[in-house]
């Protein structure tokens, strides 16, 4: 570190080269990734609300009023009225906290018993983490030939032991949405705490379902939900880090509940202290601004993009592709090894990634996706094969 600092060009331009080594959105070759180009109209709130800390929400009264309809806003997608949660950093945090509120409900009714958590292993890999963390016991239900929980096999997991079950609408690797309808009420009928981790689908099915006869049931609708994860970082079109976490009970939240001495409030219900209340500016504003029919034609856009390009791989002889549920492809090229070939389109300048469970390429049509950058990547893999 230079003792007497920089001139700022200098750090700009220092900054410049490490920036130009990140790839970009616009560029259209970022296949692989959940998250996308953030709006400009939430990125001008963001930065209107860069100094707020909702972790002291008595000096950032408006903020915390934000953040109140915010939840409220998204508590309304997902059919639930008066909702309580929080805007936390991702998927990852939303998932920490509802299964900390699990755990604190289930301890107070089985004290010293180590909590079981009920899972697929198509669960995104922060419950490893959160496992970990908690100390959990894990239990894994097994999958169906669809990749999706076997409901049948539910029920038989489930003991006096079980602190949650966790289902997934919009799995990572697949895109996929677990029976939550049938999962929701074996959760139910056992009294289990059901958490259904919708960071991806949550802002996408909604919009699928508006004008569908057959509605994907995934939300609080299911009267077993007790939580859902749904991040406006991914399809939400919200800056990082925007993620969000739903209960239906208020008493649930309530059991993360810590005093604060020190600060403005005298307690807090999140995981972290300190937080940015850009974020919750940026997702109140895109969702007035777009409001639903506005979220309704990104997703219709996406799952035209989607379905355009499930068409053009299925026509490469040799290619196999799952057939998309929400906008994610995974296929793979009969004969090639998946990881050669994901290495050999990184050198052609494509970032697309692999999933473990299928093993398979994955491809998720976000919206900085266009046609032509699908053209060119179909022409480019062609000439692989
Ligand atoms: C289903 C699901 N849950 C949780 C996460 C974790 O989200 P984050 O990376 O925002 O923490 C992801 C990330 O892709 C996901 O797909």
Same mark, same amino acid.
């Given at each position: 570190?230079?003792?007497?600092?920089?001139?700022?060009?200098?750090?700009?331009?220092?900054?410049?080269?490490?920036?130009?080594?990140?790839?970009?959105?616009?560029?259209?070759?970022? &296949?692989?990734?959940?998250?996308? !180009?953030?709006?400009?109209?939430?990125?001008? /709130?963001?930065?209107?609300?860069?100094?707020?800390?909702?972790?002291?929400?008595?000096?950032?009264?408006?903020?915390?009023?934000?953040?109140?309809?915010?939840?409220?806003?998204?508590?309304?997608?997902?059919?639930?009225?008066?909702?309580?949660?929080?805007?936390?950093?991702?998927?990852?945090?939303?998932?920490?906290?509802?299964?900390?509120? /699990?755990?604190?409900? @289930?301890?107070?009714? +089985?004290?010293?018993?180590?909590? !079981?958590?009920?899972?697929?292993?198509?669960?995104?890999?922060?419950?490893?983490?959160?496992?970990?963390?908690?100390?959990?016991?894990?239990?894994?239900?097994?999958?169906?030939?669809?990749?999706?929980?076997?409901?049948?096999?539910?029920?038989?997991?489930?003991?006096?032991?079980?602190?949650?079950?966790?289902?997934?609408?919009?799995?990572?690797?697949?895109?996929?949405?677990?029976?939550?309808? !049938?999962?929701?009420?074996?959760?139910?009928?056992?009294?289990?705490?059901?958490?259904?981790?919708?960071?991806?689908?949550?802002?996408?099915?909604? @919009?699928?379902?508006?004008?569908?006869?057959?509605?994907?049931?995934?939300? @609080?609708?299911?009267?077993?939900?007790?939580?859902?994860?749904?991040?406006?970082?991914?399809?939400?079109?919200?800056?990082?880090?925007?993620?969000?976490?739903? @209960?239906?009970?208020?008493?649930?939240?309530?059991?993360? /509940?810590?005093?604060?001495?020190?600060?403005?409030?005298?307690? =807090?219900?999140?995981?972290?202290?300190?937080?940015?209340?850009?974020?919750?500016?940026?997702?109140?504003?895109?969702?007035?601004?777009?409001?639903?029919?506005?979220?309704?034609?990104?997703?219709?856009?996406?799952?035209?993009?989607?379905?355009?390009?499930?068409?053009?791989?299925?026509?490469? !002889?040799?290619?196999?592709?799952?057939?998309?549920?929400?906008?994610?492809?995974?296929?793979?090229?009969?004969?090639?090894?998946?990881?050669? &070939? =994901?290495? =050999?389109?990184?050198?052609?300048?494509?970032?697309?990634?692999?999933?473990?469970?299928?093993?398979?390429?994955?491809?998720?049509?976000?919206? +900085?996706?266009?046609?032509?950058?699908?053209?060119?990547?179909?022409?480019?893999?062609?000439?692989?094969?």
């Amino acid at each position: 570190m230079d003792f007497n600092g920089k001139c700022i060009d200098d750090v700009f331009s220092d900054l410049e080269e490490f920036k130009e080594l990140d790839m970009d959105y616009s560029s259209g070759r970022i &296949l692989g990734s959940m998250c996308t !180009e953030p709006d400009s109209v939430g990125m001008r /709130a963001y930065r209107m609300f860069s100094e707020s800390n909702l972790g002291d929400p008595g000096l950032f009264k408006g903020t915390t009023l934000l953040e109140g309809e915010v939840i409220n806003m998204i508590g309304n997608l997902l059919h639930l009225n008066d909702a309580c949660g929080h805007i936390v950093t991702g998927g990852t945090e939303a998932n920490i906290t509802a299964m900390c509120a /699990a755990k604190y409900i @289930f301890e107070e009714k +089985h004290p010293g018993v180590k909590p !079981e958590i009920i899972l697929p292993k198509s669960a995104h890999f922060s419950f490893k983490k959160i496992i970990s963390m908690l100390s959990l016991k894990p239990v894994y239900v097994p999958l169906n030939e669809d990749y999706k929980i076997d409901t049948s096999k539910l029920e038989e997991l489930i003991t006096e032991n079980t602190m949650a079950i966790v289902a997934i609408a919009g799995t990572t690797e697949l895109g996929y949405v677990d029976d939550i309808e !049938e999962i929701s009420e074996i959760a139910y009928r056992n009294n289990v705490y059901l958490h259904v981790d919708a960071a991806f689908g949550g802002f996408v099915i909604p @919009f699928l379902n508006y004008d569908r006869d057959d509605e994907i049931l995934f939300d @609080f609708k299911c009267r077993g939900v007790s939580s859902i994860t749904i991040d406006p970082h991914k399809m939400g079109l919200a800056p990082i880090p925007s993620g969000g976490i739903i @209960f239906r009970n208020k008493e649930h939240l309530k059991k993360l /509940a810590v005093k604060t001495p020190y600060l403005t409030k005298d307690e =807090q219900t999140t995981i972290v202290g300190t937080r940015s209340g850009a974020s919750t500016a940026a997702i109140w504003s895109l969702l007035k601004y777009y409001g639903f029919s506005g979220y309704k034609e990104i997703v219709d856009n996406a799952m035209e993009l989607t379905k355009y390009t499930y068409e053009k791989l299925d026509s490469i !002889e040799g290619v196999i592709v799952r057939k998309p549920e929400l906008n994610l492809i995974s296929f793979y090229v009969e004969h090639l090894d998946v990881d050669i &070939l =994901q290495k =050999q389109l990184e050198d052609m300048g494509w970032n697309i990634s692999v999933s473990e469970y299928p093993h398979a390429l994955r491809i998720v049509l976000m919206p +900085h996706v266009k046609e032509e950058h699908i053209n060119d990547f179909i022409s480019d893999l062609k000439k692989l094969i």
